[in-house]
């Protein structure tokens, strides 16, 4: 069956990087786009930028450009997202997604606090 | 950030049909079609529909989507409490060339 399996729970200080991964299983990888999106406490759901099947081409949402790289290992059908100059309103969950028609599976979310 | 339109909040009675709306316009609902997510507290959103108003594999024929022009809907009937979540519409703007949610719906069954 379909999984994606997000890594734990980072805290981070302001200004600092976090790295986020997605490990995917029970599809191939390489056939679909997978997106990142966040939802801060108590919010909505806040699309960042996705990345191709063939992992070579992204979009960014312009709020994230500049910060944001999103990356993809076909060898081990891992995603990546990092972040960087981490604020406070970057706390949030953040989850990544697989596109079909829609974003119909989605990982269990990573917790990131940023606080000094 | 652009996004389309729903309403914050709507509340139904126990079995009774409630009908969410999420208004884009023609770079992306119009055209693109709107996918449709539940979300409970707590828990990764789901998706109910997607852009071409089919509903996944496992998703209950009580939950049925459609378009009218740049509004997308998204009708459940027979409500009962575990329908009380937050349901969000999304969409692809083939114009700004990124992917658009709605602020969501928080559905309240009373």
């Known amino acids: 069956q379909v999984q994606l399996v997000q890594s734990g729970a980072e805290v981070k200080k302001p200004g600092a990087s976090v790295k986020v991964s997605c490990k995917a299983s029970?599809?191939?990888?390489?056939?679909?786009?997978m997106h990142w999106v966040r939802q801060a406490p108590g919010q909505g759901l806040e699309w960042m930028g996705m990345i191709n099947p063939a992992g070579d081409r992204t979009t960014y949402a312009q709020e994230f450009q500049g910060r944001v790289t999103m990356t993809k290992d076909t060898s081990t059908s891992t995603l990546y997202m990092e972040l960087s100059s981490l604020r406070s309103d970057d706390t949030a969950f953040y989850y990544c997604?697989?596109?079909?028609?829609?974003?119909?599976?989605w990982g269990q979310g990573t917790l990131v606090t940023v606080s000094s | 950030q652009p996004g389309l339109t729903q309403p914050p909040s709507v509340s139904k009675d126990l079995r009774q049909t409630a009908t969410l709306t999420c208004t884009g316009n023609?770079?992306?609902?119009?055209?693109?079609?709107a996918a449709w997510l539940q979300q409970h507290q707590g828990h990764p959103p789901k998706l109910l529909s997607d852009r071409n108003n089919n509903r996944p594999s496992g998703i209950s024929e009580k939950f049925s989507a459609s378009r009218s022009g740049n509004t997308a809907s998204l009708t459940i009937t027979g409500l009962q409490p575990e329908d009380e979540a937050d349901y969000y519409c999304?969409?692809?703007?083939?114009?700004?060339?990124?992917?658009?949610f709605g602020g969501g719906t928080k559905l309240t069954v009373l």
């Open positions: 029970g599809f191939s990888f390489t056939n679909y786009y």
């Open positions: 999304s969409a692809w703007d083939s114009s700004l060339n990124v992917w658009v």
């Open positions: 023609s770079n992306n609902v119009g055209n693109q079609g």
């Open positions: 997604a697989r596109e079909a028609g829609g974003l119909d599976y």
